[in-house]
């Protein structure tokens, strides 16, 4: 069984920052993307930033030049850090990890953790 398990949630002001981070558990072998996605009230969920195992990143544009994810292969975490926070990045943030292959190779799917909440407000 694997879990995700996120933390760094806060109430932050405007031009704050925050770095959320999320440890995978579990018999892992690999996991070939992590990101984080994001939920406001009233809207659908959406991919904020991905990480591959070789390092490669992708960034929805109104984060971009503000956040930066990175992860820790050997701890199979990841992280998020976010600048210049804004009102409209008040959301619930969740860790993803897609992919995922176990100490015996196979495969496992694909993993959600339950949420951290950001607040961005004055």
């Known amino acids: 069984q694997v879990q995700l398990v996120e933390s760094g949630g806060a109430v932050v002001q405007p031009g704050g920052s925050l770095r959320l981070s999320c440890a995978a558990s579990?018999?892992?072998?690999?996991?070939?993307?992590m990101g984080w996605y994001r939920q406001a009230p009233g809207k659908q969920r959406e991919l904020v930033a991905s990480?591959?195992?070789?390092?490669?990143?992708i960034y929805t544009d109104s984060v971009k030049g503000r956040f930066t994810i990175s992860r820790d292969n050997a701890k199979n975490t990841v992280y998020l850090q976010m600048n210049v926070l804004k009102v409209e990045d008040t959301a619930v943030y969740y860790c993803?990890?897609?992919?995922?292959?176990?100490?015996?190779?196979?495969?496992?799917?694909?993993?959600w953790g339950q949420g951290t909440q950001v607040t961005v407000s004055s």
């Open positions: 579990g018999s892992i072998f690999s996991i070939n993307t």
């Open positions: 993803n990890a897609q992919r995922v292959v176990d100490r015996t190779l196979r495969i496992l799917g694909d993993y």
């Open positions: 990480v591959t195992s070789g390092g490669s990143t």
